[in-house]
């Protein structure tokens, strides 16, 4: 039988129900990216502000690596933002639905739940508000939270606030989560199907990538695989080719989802207690799922094919390719696992 249980892990798994940390900074200086070899959020000392830094963890064991400068040694002069609004530290947005999901938009756990006129969330990113709100899943949270366009400040500049909320990311990559994440994320789902979804329990559903242009690992010949797998009742979706709304609706309906692992899978984060099969592409399957599944509570699975994927490289849009060696075989057992 090729179909295995992963046998390790890259990363640490880490579920906290402690609340992160968070605080209202005084005279810091936010320094975007782009603007020379430092940047993040800074106190008058130079010092970054702890909640406004990003960590990760890596496949080596070193759990907390920064991904911003600790400190800016000569802070600029910068001008300082009106009073007149109630600043809320986003920080450097990376557009990437998968980066995005575990990344700036985790801050808003502490979104306060009053009227949002003079609430301003203020972050960097290459692309403007109006450009980041045509991306379906962007508009779709962020109108679930209440948000419009008039709530974000884009920096591009140095500048300094009087005052600002910085509450740390309950989600640390490859390394932990907190509880709060997913209270956050079970929020948005709710206000985006209210209705909730019908259940589907005896269903199974593969997420494909085939169509997918380009992103970071893909099968080569997955159109094979994704044929058997259909041959024998499992459901094809294709995520790139459905508005957000309707992939969230998806998971609202419970059915079993499998699927190489990628920021697809982490879509179950916005209902809790799913049923997920992660395939991995060797037998070590990287820690960002496990830590969904874990705050989840999902009902999760790793396998992988010990027959072993064939290594292609780099290339057509993607840094890695692989190829399975048997797909009907793969299928055939993964579909048995999946509907018995």
């Known amino acids: 039988m090729g179909l295995k249980e992963c046998t390790g892990f890259v990363g640490r798994r880490l579920l906290i129900n402690d609340l992160p940390s968070r605080r209202m900074a005084r005279n810091a200086i936010f320094i975007p990216p782009?603007?020379?070899?430092?940047?993040?959020?800074?106190?008058?000392?130079?010092?970054?502000?702890?909640?406004?830094?990003?960590?990760?963890?890596?496949g080596s064991g070193k759990l907390?690596?920064?991904?911003?400068?600790?400190?800016?040694?000569e802070l600029p002069s910068c001008p300082t933002l009106s009073d007149d609004y109630d600043y809320i530290y986003m920080g450097h947005i990376d557009p990437h639905y998968g980066h995005f999901l575990v990344g700036a938009v985790g801050r808003?756990?502490?979104l306060p739940a009053y009227e949002r006129d003079r609430l301003r969330i203020?972050?960097?990113?290459?692309?403007?508000?109006?450009?980041?709100?045509?991306r379906d899943y962007f508009r779709v949270i962020m109108t679930?939270?209440?948000?419009?366009?008039?709530?974000?400040?884009?920096i591009s500049t140095p500048v300094r606030f009087r005052r600002i909320d910085v509450a740390s990311v309950p989600f640390e990559e490859l390394s932990l989560v907190h509880t709060i994440y997913a209270d956050?994320?079970?929020?948005?789902?709710?206000?985006?199907?209210?209705?909730?979804?019908?259940?589907?329990?005896?269903?199974?559903?593969?997420?494909?990538?085939?169509?997918?242009?380009?992103?970071?690992?893909?099968?080569?010949?997955?159109s094979a695989f994704t044929a058997a797998l259909r041959e024998r009742g499992v459901g094809i979706v294709y995520p790139e080719e459905m508005g957000f709304r309707d992939q969230i609706k998806l998971w609202a309906s419970n059915p079993t989802v499998i699927g190489f692992s990628g920021a697809s899978l982490h879509t179950s984060i916005f209902f809790p207690e799913r049923r997920v099969i992660t395939l991995a592409h060797g037998p070590d399957i990287w820690a960002n799922q496990c830590l969904i599944d874990m705050a989840?509570?999902?009902?999760?699975?790793?396998?992988?094919?010990?027959?072993g994927l064939e290594h292609i490289g780099a290339g057509n849009g993607?840094?890695?390719?692989?190829?399975?060696?048997?797909p009907e075989q793969l299928a055939s057992e993964l579909a048995e696992y999946a509907l018995s």
């Open 122 to 134: 203020v972050f960097s990113c290459h692309l403007s508000v109006q450009e980041l709100m045509a």
């Open 64 to 73: 907390h690596n920064p991904l911003g400068s600790t400190d800016c040694p």
């Open 184 to 222: 956050l994320m079970h929020a948005i789902g709710r206000q985006i199907i209210p209705e909730g979804g019908q259940p589907l329990p005896a269903r199974a559903i593969y997420m494909s990538k085939e169509r997918l242009r380009n992103g970071n690992v893909r099968v080569d010949n997955e």
């Open 318 to 326: 993607f840094n890695m390719n692989y190829r399975i060696r048997n």
């Open 144 to 154: 679930a939270l209440g948000l419009t366009e008039k709530n974000f400040l884009r």
């Open 108 to 110: 808003l756990w502490a």
């Open 34 to 58: 782009a603007n020379g070899p430092y940047w993040g959020l800074f106190e008058p000392s130079g010092r970054s502000v702890a909640e406004a830094m990003i960590f990760a963890g890596n």
């Open 296 to 307: 989840n509570n999902n009902d999760a699975q790793y396998l992988y094919d010990a027959n």
